[in-house]
């Protein structure tokens, strides 16, 4: 996995992570509905090969 795959990866992740704390700051469903959209979006581009998901990491969480 190149190093600007990875970076795509993250950021991906990181505005998954910020929706779903939008949610759970505000759970309603027009924040739920967002929150589905993006994790489809994501399992979509996935499927197709658009983006490259590492096959392990580390998290410092």
């Known amino acids: 996995m190149s190093k600007s795959s990875r970076y795509e990866w993250r950021d991906q992740q990181a505005a ?15 924040q739920m509905e967002a929150v589905v959209a993006e994790m489809r979006a994501y399992a979509d581009a996935a499927r197709s090969g658009h983006i490259e998901i590492p096959q392990r990491w580390t998290s410092y969480n």
């Open 16 to 30: 998954l992570q910020e929706r779903m704390k939008g949610f759970l700051a505000n759970p309603n469903n027009e």
